[in-house]
């Protein structure tokens, strides 16, 4: 069982910064993707941003540019970089590490984020 906490979250005026944080339990090495995802309000839980060892570094479109993804192997951790915040990233951000064989999906347990406007 691997698991992953958040950390970094807050409230943040428009245009401001956040980085995450996730600790992950287990080699992230190892894990054929891991990355972003947050979940708005009454919304679906949306992809922000991965690393896969397929399809290398993806954004959401309405992240590239202020969001950066980044890992550090030997301390199994994961961050993700928010700069020019607007009200609309707002959300429940949450770490995801995926492992194959096995097919065996991890998630954290979220971090807020709130941008005022």
């Known amino acids: 069982q691997v698991q992953l906490v958040e950390s970094g979250g807050g409230l943040v005026q428009a245009g401001g910064s956040l980085r995450l944080s996730c600790a992950v339990s287990?080699?992230?090495?190892?894990?054929?993707?891991v990355g972003w995802y947050r979940q708005a309000p009454g919304k679906q839980r949306d992809m922000v941003a991965t690393?896969?060892?397929?399809?290398?570094?993806k954004y959401a479109d309405s992240v590239k540019g202020r969001f950066t993804i980044s890992r550090d192997n030997a301390k199994n951790m994961i961050y993700l970089q928010m700069n020019k915040l607007k009200s609309e990233d707002t959300a429940v951000y949450y770490c995801?590490?995926?492992?194959?064989?096995?097919?065996?999906?991890?998630w954290g347990q979220g971090t807020q984020v709130t941008v005022s406007s």
């Open positions: 690393f896969t060892t397929v399809g290398g570094t």
């Open positions: 995801n590490a995926h492992y194959e064989p096995g097919d065996c999906e991890y």
């Open positions: 287990g080699s992230i090495n190892s894990a054929n993707s």
